[in-house]
């Protein structure tokens, strides 16, 4: 049988290296996180940048999330202000992500923030990640390993799946912990989430000592009609149903659910982590299956549930 995995590389020290060495000339790799995996390359190269860009087939003008190893380097590149500090003390590295006003002498890429003067930065915890990001002395832009619009990955097989041979090298750091992308706060002004993950609005709260809203798009997603539809399988998905017709998949959660040939329990132990972790798997696999459109069940509005809600609403944008 071919093998179409030649381009996933077990994380060992010879492979970092290697990776290390596509990053260096400039390419793009896959990369794993406790999120979902990235399409990583050199913030500070534009020609990286561009290649991330062109990849994805992503617009030019929704810029890139970058990945740093610890506070060092981050200090030459955004403005520090207290809001970060506790957060990053209590929760980095972790699956957030942080909006803060760059630095004029910055040498990330122009093309990273598409014209923004802030920049969006994360402190991943997944170790292969975490071994890479120490090895190099440059930060990472990293986009979700899809196409534009399209699920996360949340494998090494999942970013074969969205780029073929595109990618020549694909860190395997096994099945993501946390399946979901990691929560953004907009820090540049009074702190507001821009996209809900796995840390709850409710937990920054408590670290800030003060209300934070939730923004219900982030500005780089308000163009007209544009990124409307994101996280999407491809194929139709209608939420809070029961029933569903022939050829169409019924996403469940909890243990009042029978299992069925074309159902997919997110958790039988109502466990919403679960869930969160099922979510893309799960889609990935009711697409590869050919079903023409997909029904879920009602899913709880509490913690990670509410990220859960927000990625199926917008996947199933119409
Ligand atoms: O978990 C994650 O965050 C993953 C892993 C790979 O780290 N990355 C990820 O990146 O989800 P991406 O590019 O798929 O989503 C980043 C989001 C985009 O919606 C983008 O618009 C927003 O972050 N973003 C990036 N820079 C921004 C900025 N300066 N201001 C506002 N939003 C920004
Ligand atoms: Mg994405």
Do not use: W
């Amino acid at each position: 049988m071919k093998n179409i995995y030649l381009n996933i590389f077990k994380a060992n020290l010879l492979n970092l290296k290697k990776a290390k060495k596509y990053i260096k000339s400039n390419n793009i790799i896959g990369l794993p996180t406790e999120t979902v995996y990235g399409l990583a390359g050199n913030a500070y190269s534009n020609t990286s940048v561009k290649k991330i860009y062109s990849l994805k087939k992503r617009p030019n003008f929704n810029p890139l999330i970058v990945h740093y190893h610890d506070l060092k380097s981050l200090n030459n590149d955004v403005i520090l202000n207290k809001n970060f500090i506790k957060m990053y003390k209590t929760l980095c590295p972790g699956p957030i992500t942080f909006i803060l006003k760059k630095k004029y002498r910055s040498k990330i890429s122009k093309l990273v923030s598409a014209g923004k003067n802030t920049l969006a930065v994360r402190f991943p915890k997944h170790a292969v990640a975490r071994k890479l990001l120490k090895m190099l002395d440059a930060p990472l832009a990293a986009p979700s390993a899809n196409i534009s619009s399209k699920l996360s990955p949340t494998s090494a097989e999942d970013v074969v799946d969205e780029f073929k041979n595109k990618i020549k090298l694909v860190l395997d750091g096994g099945r993501c912990k946390i399946g979901l992308e990691s929560t953004i706060i907009d820090l540049t002004k009074t702190p507001s989430i821009l996209r809900q993950g796995s840390i709850t609005k409710k937990k920054i709260c408590q670290i800030l000592k003060t209300k934070i809203k939730n923004s219900r798009h982030s500005k780089v997603t308000r163009a007209p009609g544009q990124l409307k539809l994101h996280y999407s399988p491809g194929i139709p998905i209608f939420m809070n149903k029961q029933k569903p017709k022939a050829n169409e998949a019924f996403i469940t959660f909890g243990k009042k659910y029978k299992s069925g040939k074309n159902r997919f329990n997110l958790s039988k132990n109502n466990n919403l982590n679960e869930a969160a972790n099922n979510l893309y798997r799960i889609m990935r696999k009711i697409k590869k299956r050919k079903y023409k459109s997909i029904i879920v069940s009602e899913i709880p509005k509490t913690g990670v549930g509410l990220a859960i809600n927000d990625r199926l609403k917008k996947a199933s944008y119409k």
